[in-house]
């Protein structure tokens, strides 16, 4: 620490490490960009689990009425 002399501005005899203060912000930017991608990346695992519901109840659906389907036509043929 360097010893001041009275009177003068402070700027003078104290020291600022400017490429400290820049490192330390752009630490900061980079935790605060990894926690919004870190948010929406899970809005997008959300969303994809919701997309996949809505397919696998698609395929459900299909299959329930291929199976409909099938079952109407062995009775129809059993009738005959």
């Not at 501005?9 to 605060?32: G, H, K, T, W």
């Amino acid at each position: 620490m360097t010893i001041r002399k009275p009177g003068g501005s402070r700027f003078l005899y104290d020291s600022f490490d400017a490429a400290a203060a820049r490192i330390e912000a752009n630490e900061r930017v980079a935790e605060e960009r990894w926690a919004a991608l870190d948010y929406r990346l899970g809005q997008i695992d959300a969303v994809l689990e919701r997309l996949e519901k809505r397919i696998w109840l698609g395929v459900y659906g299909v299959a329930a009425f291929l199976l409909a389907q099938g079952a109407e036509a062995i009775l129809q043929a059993a009738m005959r």
